[in-house]
């Protein structure tokens, strides 16, 4: 590292680094990874009583309409599909974004494929879905679409914070979609009653997608060009998660309107060599992912059809 990168570097981040040889070479050629137990219960509980917190109203958000009072928690859970960018108003979101064994794995793995990479990471956005039963998916898409990186290093953090299954509404991943750096076109999808308003990606083989069943406390750590989706949640049983992402500290962000470094980030991990830019303070805001009312309406009906039909 040259003497003017470090006068302008921030101070080193060090984090532990749980993988072993074989599990980074598994993401490098399968595009994801699942981890064991990298949240304990106590902290899948913390974060369940934050984001309620959050959504009552516990923290200064001028934009935030803080929710009644009367509600209950699990009403609370079933206003919403997801809440992103919690960290700009949370302090315990913006904890878990620096979890330091998360961080450390991610230190291991997002410019594994970067020649001389030094580990160092940050992050630039976090969402926590919520999934009730009857509530539909996401269609199959690449987070790169979403988030750009000049480096192919995107990847999400996705934290199970309950068991992930098949009939609740587990994610199902494409293996090895990452591998040319094919970005897939979109379209809007068929399927109200599966998949929520998100467009789908189109044109790949899904007969080699797979489902990615984990326990609460597990994560599952994919690519940003990995084609990915989820569907509705055919049990009775929430399927929340935390979804953090992250990239190469080295790389710069062009994410955002006219914006050639985004500098909302969150240095997690290893050096942030763009220190000497400064970080730009993120709004005391968040963004709450709608529910496709009419999609919601429609599965829920069938969702409580289903269950007289098994009572």
Known sequence: MGEDVKQFASERIVVPKPLSDEQVESYIGDGFLVVKNVLTRTEMDELFTDMVKLLRGGYECPQLKPLPATMSDEEVLRSFSGVIQAHFISPV??????????????SQIIG???PYWDGSIKCMQSMYFVKPPGFPGQAWHQDELYIPTRDRSL?????????????NGCLYVVPQSHRTGYLWSQREHKRP????????????????AVPVEVKAGDAVFFHG?????????????YRRALVNHYMNAWSLLPWGKGAP?????VHAAGIDPYAWKGYETPPRDVFIRPIEQRADEDVHKEFQKTQKGTQ
């Open 93 to 106: 979101c913006l904890q878990y974004v620096k979890h330091p064994k998360v961080c450390g794995i991610l």
């Open 112 to 114: 594994a494929h970067v």
């Open 155 to 167: 990847c999400g953090a996705w934290m199970a914070l309950d068991d992930a299954t098949v009939q």
């Open 193 to 208: 009653g599966e998949w929520d308003w998100a467009p789908e990606s189109y044109g790949f083989d899904d007969t080699k």
């Open 225 to 237: 060009y990995l084609l990915h989706a989820s569907y509705r949640n055919r049990s009775q049983i």
């Open 261 to 265: 470094d985004n500098r909302k980030i």
